[in-house]
């Protein structure tokens, strides 16, 4: 079987150099009860493939191992328990399998408790293969006109986007500031917002990113060289803040985000691509009421609305490079190298 391997740990060095194709990888076992065999059509990239290949804390991964938490793919066969009808189905996949709840009888109630998922394609082997195998309930049909590539591109990253959307709250008409435009995330959020009536502010260090976030409806564009950007997104919304930032950067921009709020206003995290441990600043949360939440992916449930709204026309990804299965290390590369707007994919058909 065709698969692109991360052959050793990249040990926090360049991951494009452990990245191996290979066409004797083993199949997947037949799928389980509730599981699905899926033949991948196209798959792409995300951040999680880097960190697989450099390591992540409190996770012990064994390589060789495959990556791969976004992908197009037919349903080629079911578990018991599944309709035989999603069977030659085109489908995308949630990568994000939840776990049971834990059931304990000290245990206070979970009613604040945010579910625990393992990710397919971190926690388990993934989709940059030509078989691979997932839930049943968390497949989604894709519409016959969205191209494999379009449809690869989709999945994580709009569910990790609508997820943070949703735990801020945001309402048509407000406006919102969305940090990195060029990832996978940051443009499924400027999609979404937008969508949604929102006006959007983008950051980046790159200029031509900016003029590719105002040509995709983005209605401010802040260059980021290190500056107290703040005070341009102020500036843009008359000295009032915005409602909200979502952001995936970190301790880089953590400042410039909380200065950026308006009263009551929202920051949501879903990634720290430039460090984790960040200094804040309590007063201007107290002071403005503000909200700090975390987010990450989404339940079923919500991904099965946000494909409902990808196939309806309503947002969709955008693509940066397509590369065939056998050029695996350059689509790695192109990730690494941060020079990429939208989403890297790999064709396997």
């Given amino acids: 079987m065709r698969a692109a391997l ?25 799928p389980g009860p509730g599981w699905a065999r899926l033949r991948t059509l ?4 995300n951040q999680m493939d880097l960190w697989v290949a450099v390591g992540i804390p409190g996770l012990e991964l064994t390589y060789p191992r495959v990556s791969g938490c976004d992908a197009c793919a037919v349903v080629e066969s079911v578990g018991d328990g599944v309709d035989p009808a999603w069977v030659n189905k085109r489908v995308i996949f949630n990568a994000a399998v939840r776990l049971p709840d834990r059931v304990h009888p000290d245990d206070p109630t979970d009613a604040q408790l945010a579910p625990a998922y393992e990710l397919i394609g971190e926690h388990h082997d993934g ?23 379009d449809a690869a591109a989709f999945g994580l990253v709009a569910l990790t986007a609508m997820g943070m959307v949703k735990k801020a709250g945001i309402m048509p008409g407000q406006r919102v500031c ?4 060029g990832g996978g995330v940051a443009t499924a959020a400027l999609s979404i917002c937008k969508w949604l009536g ?12 900016l ?8 209605d401010y564009a802040v260059l980021d060289e290190g500056q107290e950007w703040a005070r341009d997104i102020r500036k843009w919304t008359g000295k009032r803040g915005v409602e909200c930032v979502l952001d995936s950067i970190g301790d880089a921009v953590h400042m410039n985000c909380i200065a950026s709020l308006a009263r009551g206003g929202a920051f949501v995290t879903c990634g720290a691509t430039s460090g984790a441990v960040t200094k804040t600043h309590l007063g201007r949360i107290f002071w403005g ?18 494909v409902s709204l990808f196939n309806a026309g309503k947002i969709g990804p955008v693509v940066d490079s397509v590369h065939d299965w056998g050029e ?5 590369a192109r990730l690494e190298s941060g020079e990429q707007f939208g989403k890297v994919v790999i064709k396997w058909n």
């Fill in 289 to 306: 009421q503000l909200r700090l939440l975390g987010s990450t992916m989404g339940s079923n449930d919500d991904f099965a609305e946000v």
């Fill in 178 to 181: 969305v940090t990195g435009i």
């Fill in 328 to 332: 695996a290390p350059a689509a790695w």
């Fill in 127 to 149: 989709a940059h293969r030509e078989y691979f195998n997932a839930p049943a309930a968390n497949l989604r049909p894709v519409a016959d006109h969205i191209s494999d590539e």
């Fill in 42 to 45: 196209a798959s792409a990239l």
């Fill in 198 to 209: 929102c006006k959007v502010a983008v950051t980046s260090r790159h200029q031509w990113k």
């Fill in 211 to 218: 003029d590719k976030a105002i040509a995709l409806g983005a």
């Fill in 6 to 30: 991360l052959t050793s740990s990249a040990d926090r060095g360049s991951v494009a150099p452990i990245v191996q194709t290979t066409t004797g990888c083993p199949e997947p076992p037949p």
